[in-house]
């Protein structure tokens, strides 16, 4: 049993047909569907009968350009995560809907706008994961030659999610009456421009959304850079990280949820949500075999490209069975500095051929991979639950949609049987199931009050 | 009966809860639901009920700003359109899709791949309508301090459009093989980098969604300005219009298509859909008393700012009892062009008021107004369709639910009966139901030898 009343939050993030590299090929996984909502529908359902506090989807605006032969052997093509959620949040009631926007190619006004829409018509269950976008690939797609540095590509995403959250406000709570008879459909003194004059927009508002049912969209970050921490410390409502072992997710949780005061904000207005890459087997045996298969499956090219994608340095021109290269300076990377890093560590620590390397990251990439018996299972995610370590996982399932099915018919039973999981939504929102506050508007009296 | 086998098409365009700027105010409207999913869920299963061709939303960035009581007595919120049609495409089947999106304030990575996503997923049902944005109040959302020149705008979206089209086409139709076996899961030589580099844009590619079902979503144009009109003769292939008279409707019937020949294009390559707001009563009384009903509901202000936005000229100093002032002449007038034209010709063969004007342009907002009986509408829409000055007609509710509900339970059955409208749909896709042409590649073979 639980040792409180505390129970884990537990996010579906979905990579189609699977977070593995090669979950397209595996036998059961649903390669053809990849653009089809029936997939979606029947994922989303499946993850809602499963309780998850959210479904999330990452993003990126290109096709990678490490990864040469990403078009024959692996899948590039992924629907809008915004479009795919919207279709969702019709055939679904309770689950949150997480999208992944960049700050780094998109407008406040057009973000802020489509956030607060979909917080409307999912009756409050939308989501915001907020990332720069570091690929050299996507900056050629928006009329420029490279992208951005990562310092200012920081700078611009803090000001992003500052106008966005003000023009969320810019509409009171209070402010739409409705009265036919009178002929006032709303109060103008409770909306407001915003009058954003930055560094980087310029936004005059309001915008033409009332204020989204959750107050703001709940904000979700990724990044563990420092500049990402920090921004995370300020603004961000749940984290997705990368840690391999438990001393690392510790010291980061500490890290971050010390950092929360700074910002007038408490420990429990964050939640720590490692990511976690589960292969579940009725026995070890069933496990292995099944990590085993997916391993197989990698082609070679893709997996060398994986690799160079995620370390943001290209790997082709070494040899598989040899070790990884002289790597630069991380100062000198441009890229996800802190996935880097941790790819590097391990390589040194379990002195890892370039192929052995791949073979251990294709799936999870980056993330912790666990693999077991639901009871296995059950008991890791356990033991970071309590012991600081996370309030909750980003479940990556390797294959789609077998491997959710895995989760949801046996390792969330086992945690429900625990009371570490909820057996039914206690509420409506987004926010009623991660247990967050409901940000008062910044134009509100009781805001400048309080 | 139809003196031949051609049919209309029907888009059903809504404004929530309603054209009629009074809308709102009607006793039996939904101004309460005007963010709730469960009104648009309910209009979009009534309008596919009704075998339309397509919903239709149009949408602006910014609260006019022409409109200084519009947050008071008008509804200026409203859902983005994308983020709305995509959740309505999970609970139809059939029905056509079609959101406007700006080429002022986007990037044509994002639009191509936003609607090339609702197209996978609605399976085929996606149109674009194509519209510059051309007030103040959307500059000053997006960095700028007043909007780009009517030209500028429209060399902007014919490049904008021509970038999109290649980024839809950048994945030839049998690019993806999705052979688990080979490890192959598309053909590297069927995916194309588009290496736009134009004035406006810059833009590598190629697009990370697959080539969409239609080829292309349908373009949907709106302007009938003289660039518009040329933009339209190249690009569109339904042109939304504002006619008031069957003379002009058939002037510019004649125009357009005449120009189609210019582009390589042939007549029924493009469907001419004028704007109509039907007042549909039992009997003409009851149609009159709908009218005048409207026609009490129109808060003063809302009326002359409404006029005031729709010729970009602030009438508000004029007494409202009173002609209109002397306006500036056309040449002068960075909005709406056409709409200022057709309204000042309309007060000046009519000798309005100011409040005549806007009372006459409340709803239709100087599309055409027709009222009467089911039967007498029908003989208006038939004579319009059987004499070259419309392929079809989009349809402008005065009030929701209720104006969509007296269209399709009362005329189209009518129009059904005398063999001018389907009575069910006999295709999937919305370029089907247009009886519009699967484009081509540009990448194609068949194209490069056609």
Redesign the interface.
């Known amino acids: 049993m639980s040792k409180s009343n505390r129970q884990m939050k537990l996010g579906a993030f979905f990579m189609i047909p699977g977070h593995h590299v090669?979950a397209?090929?595996?036998?059961e996984s649903a390669?053809?569907d990849v653009?089809?909502?029936h997939l979606?529908?029947r994922l989303a359902e499946q993850a809602e009968k499963g309780k998850f506090d959210m479904i999330f989807f990452a993003d990126?605006?290109?096709?990678n350009d490490k990864l040469q032969?990403a078009?024959?052997?692996?899948?590039?093509?992924?629907?809008?995560p915004?479009?795919?959620l919207?279709?969702?949040?019709?055939?679904t009631t309770k689950i949150g809907l997480t999208a992944t926007v960049s700050t780094t190619?998109?407008?406040p006004?057009?973000v802020a706008?489509?956030f607060a829409?979909?917080d409307?018509?999912?009756?409050g269950r939308a989501a915001w994961n907020v990332v720069t976008s570091g690929q050299n690939?996507e900056a050629?797609?928006?009329?420029?030659n490279e992208h951005l540095k990562h310092g200012l590509r920081y700078e611009r995403a803090e000001e992003f999610v500052d106008v966005v959250k003000k023009l969320w406000d810019s509409?009171e709570d209070d402010a739409?009456i409705?009265d036919?008879k009178a002929?006032?459909?709303?109060?103008?003194s409770k909306?407001h421009e915003v009058n954003h004059n930055g560094d980087w927009?310029?936004?005059?508002?309001?915008l033409?959304?009332?204020r989204p049912l959750q107050g703001h969209p709940v904000i979700v970050q990724a990044g563990s850079s420092e500049a990402g921490i920090e921004l995370a410390a300020k603004t961000a409502e749940v984290i997705f990280t990368a840690w391999q072992t438990i001393e690392e997710a510790q010291n980061f949780y500490k890290n971050v949820k010390g950092k929360l005061s700074k910002y007038g904000r408490s420990h429990d207005d964050l939640k720590v949500m490692p990511g976690v890459f589960p292969i579940v087997g009725k026995t070890e045996e069933e496990a292995n075999e099944k990590q085993a298969l997916l391993k197989e499956?990698i082609?070679e090219k893709?997996g060398v490209g994986l690799l160079s994608s995620l370390i943001s340095y290209d790997l082709s021109p070494y040899p598989v069975d040899g070790p990884l290269p002289d790597l630069p300076h991380i100062s000198e990377i441009n890229g996800g500095k802190s996935r880097f890093q941790l790819l590097k560590d391990i390589a040194d620590r379990e002195q890892l051929t370039i192929r052995q390397l791949y073979q251990h990251i294709a799936g999870a990439r980056g993330h912790r991979e666990i693999k077991g018996t639901p009871v296995q299972i059950a008991d890791q995610l356990q033991e970071w639950f309590e012991n600081e370590a996370a309030d909750g996982f980003n479940i990556m399932p390797p294959y789609l949609p077998g491997g959710l099915d895995d989760f949801v018919e046996q390792v969330i039973p086992e945690l429900q049987k625990r009371g570490l999981f909820r057996t039914e939504y206690n509420g409506n929102t987004l926010r009623d199931h991660l247990g967050l506050k409901r940000p008062l508007s910044s134009f509100s009296k009781e805001h400048s009050i309080g």
């Open positions: 090669a397209w090929r595996h036998p390669a053809e653009q089809q909502f979606y529908k990126g605006y290109a096709i032969s078009i024959e052997h692996t899948v590039t093509v992924r629907p809008d915004l479009i795919l919207a279709a969702i949040s019709a055939v190619y998109n407008e006004f057009h706008r489509k829409s979909l409307h018509l999912s009756g690939a050629l797609n928006f009329n420029r509409w739409i409705v036919k002929g006032r459909f709303a109060e103008p909306v927009f310029t936004v005059k508002g309001p033409n959304v009332s499956l082609p893709a």
